[in-house]
């Protein structure tokens, strides 16, 4: 039973223009990008841009050239085995493969400097230059592959008892082979260089949420429901 005609219908003017709002922000009215989808393509791309720690691993591997790894790396099915072995052929290692894993002998900061260059390829775009290297037409399964292979890399290191190996492997790992296969096609930008538009949707955001807490207040109170302390 409404209570209070005057607060009720305000609440429910503003909930109706703000689901009128709705409207933009799922309907492809954004160069066939709906309002949602434009906001989570420029999200991704500040993203990216801020998760471009690539080059400061690729300093880093130096340090583990000439120190060998051996390792038995598990594949799923033909296929993986098949790319693993291209991968770490490619890096120079010894490879033998077997009807379940491969078993892989080499420099391990060769590995990883290849694994690194895989990772910058893809991150900065350039998907042509590892399906040239590899003779394959999926960029982005490569860097799945080289994910793959290093968890159970850093896996067998531990095992041994080389840590700073383990680590730094895992370091590779997090930090160029994941942002590359996560941002796979996606292009960075800087948020001095979106600035406006980065500011007038948290703003937007915040308003928004804002706008929808008071309409349900008003149409409550205008019911008569209300909260309060005995």
Request: glycine content about 8%; hydrophobic content about 45%.
């Amino acid at each position: 039973m409404i209570t209070n005609k005057a607060v009720f219908f305000k609440g429910i003017v503003s909930m109706a223009l703000f689901l009128l709002l709705l409207v933009p922000l799922f309907t492809p009215v954004f160069s066939g990008q709906t309002g949602m989808e434009a906001a989570d393509d420029l999200f991704n791309s500040l993203s990216k841009g801020s998760s471009y720690y690539i080059p400061v691993v690729a300093e880093e591997a130096p340090r583990f050239e000439g120190q060998q790894v051996s390792a038995k790396i598990k594949a799923a099915d033909v296929v993986q085995s098949e790319m693993l072995v291209k991968l770490f052929e490619g890096a120079g290692a010894s490879v033998t493969a077997g009807p379940e894993a491969i078993e892989v002998t080499g420099d391990l900061g060769a590995i990883l400097n290849a694994a690194i260059v895989d990772a910058d390829d893809l991150f900065n775009q350039r998907e042509a230059a590892i399906e040239s290297r590899y003779g394959v037409d999926n960029a982005r399964a490569v860097l799945y592959y080289w994910y793959d292979a290093s968890k159970q890399i850093q896996k067998s290191l531990g095992e041994e008892h080389k840590f700073e190996q383990s680590l730094f492997v895992k370091k590779v790992s997090e930090r160029a082979i994941e942002p590359a296969y996560n941002f796979a096609g996606i292009a960075p930008s800087k948020v001095s260089e979106r600035a406006g538009i980065t500011v007038f949707l948290l703003v937007f955001y915040v308003f928004y949420t804002i706008w929808y807490g008071f309409s349900i207040m008003f149409i409550f109170e205008g019911l008569g429901i209300s909260v309060s302390k005995h």
